[in-house]
């Protein structure tokens, strides 16, 4: 069961990162957005999905693996740049909340590891258009939390500056994944959450082969393969950087193997758009 690892107060965690999301269309344009428009619509939710007795007869049981009319998701696709398109995932506006939930758990479980990795790659630099934290154990919701304009040009401003820094010995790489969001494995991603998180935080947390299990069981429930890419979703952002996380890991390890070739490195990445920069040394 998913009430394994989830509880009221996350539920309601996720609830309030939604409505925050809905309220600030009334300020931001960018928030103007299908899923959006939809959810200010579900007038008969908005006054049950914070009730607990909501949570423990649809969600805590699983109950909402069979309430089709009220728990679904549905592809849609968005034009991209040129003929591109871009596959979309619409969640309804409960399950959207299970999503949040589930995703909420995973930020507040690898913020010790985010922390720790931080600290041993200083020259690794990586934004998603949001910043998913707790503080003092409680969501930190503000505009600035959830919106991508702040993080996206603290990203452009980095990578220019490192650009016009360098010199004729600088190597400059860019990558971009296509497809990103529908590639990620989340049995990939699961396992590797469980190899690097610390032994006391997955027993505070109850992250074990149950909860991966149940969350396997979700992310197949509402997509086939990878994560749902969602208008306006903060969520997917942040698991799709932190899946990243384990690619910088990787890329820092196999650099230091190459002290002689590389005097210096930055890697600047936004979610899937990275630049990394090499400085050779004289040999």
């Known amino acids: 069961m998913i ?42 939710l908005h006054t049950m999905v914070d009730k607990k007795e909501y949570f423990d007869s649809r969600i805590l049981n699983n109950m909402f ?16 740049k040129g003929l591109e398109i871009r596959r979309y995932r619409f969640l309804s506006y409960s399950m959207r909340i299970i999503y949040y939930t589930i995703g909420l758990y995973i930020a507040e479980i690898t913020q010790d590891f985010l922390k720790d990795l931080k600290d041993m790659n200083p020259n690794i630099y990586s934004f998603y258009g949001g910043d998913i934290r707790y503080q003092d154990a409680k969501l930190v919701i503000k505009n600035e939390t959830i919106t991508y304009r702040k993080h996206y040009k603290k990203f ?44 006391n935080i997955k027993l505070k947390y109850n992250f074990n082969s149950l909860t991966i299990k149940e969350m396997e069981l979700f992310f197949n429930f509402i997509l086939n393969s990878g994560i749902p890419q969602c208008d306006n979703d903060v969520i997917s952002s ?17 650099i230091e193997k190459t002290k002689d070739l590389i005097e210096s490195f930055k890697i600047i990445r936004y979610v899937d758009d990275i630049y990394m920069y090499y400085k050779k040394t004289e040999y």
């Open 3 to 44: 009430g394994t690892f989830i509880n009221f107060d996350r539920w309601l965690e996720a609830v309030n990162l939604l409505k925050s999301q809905m309220n600030s269309r009334k300020h931001d344009r960018h928030f103007n957005s299908l899923s959006m428009f939809f959810y200010e619509r579900c007038n008969h």
């Open 65 to 80: 693996y069979i309430l089709e009319n009220e728990f679904f998701a549905l592809d849609y696709l968005k034009p991209k």
């Open 156 to 199: 452009r401003k980095m990578m220019r500056n490192e650009v016009n820094n360098s010199d004729d010995n600088t190597i400059v790489i860019r990558l971009d994944i296509k497809d990103f969001f529908d590639e990620i494995d989340i049995y990939i991603f699961l396992d590797k959450l469980d190899r690097y998180l610390k032994s």
């Open 238 to 254: 942040c698991i799709g950087n932190l899946y990243l996380k384990f690619a910088d890991i990787y890329i820092a390890e196999e």
